[in-house]
């Protein structure tokens, strides 16, 4: 973990993306600012070197592209696990739908009118709710198959 922080801090990326995408990962926020104080840390020894050659040049970029590909490795997989998450409620909610249809077919001619249009009412809000999140939920496999492709070009550019 500290490595992956590292190499984030080494290829530019804020502190306040680094907290999010350890909080995604699970961690607290004073976790987080634990693990980065301790890489912002620097050692004794490092100080003293002053690093000119190409290699560390080309080091560098390397430790910018890993520490890029790490973060959104990290984002990928936590966007999945939302999506999941997401596509789970939505099938429940599905569940319910049909539910609440099924007993109101049944039950239809036994209720009063006023009753009978404030579930219609209800339903069609359920409806609107459950667009959106298909919606949503599509929106974010999108995004998901964006950053899986940005990820595969920055791992073929190494």
Known sequence: MIDTVRRMLE?????????????????????ALEIISKVKEPPAKEE???????????????????????AQDIQSETTSNILNEHENKIHKVDSEIE???STISSNKGKEDASLSYRILEFEKK????????????DLMKKILEINRKILTELEAKK
């Open 126 to 137: 359920l409806e609107e709710v459950n667009s959106a999140s298909r919606a949503q939920l």
């Open 99 to 101: 539910s609440i249809k």
């Open 11 to 31: 290829a530019g990326i804020d502190d306040a993306t680094i907290i999010s995408t350890l909080s995604d990962a699970g961690l607290s926020n004073e976790q």
């Open 48 to 70: 003293s070197v002053v690093d000119v050659s190409p290699s560390n040049d080309i080091s560098a970029l390397r430790n910018v592209i890993e520490a890029t590909s790490t």
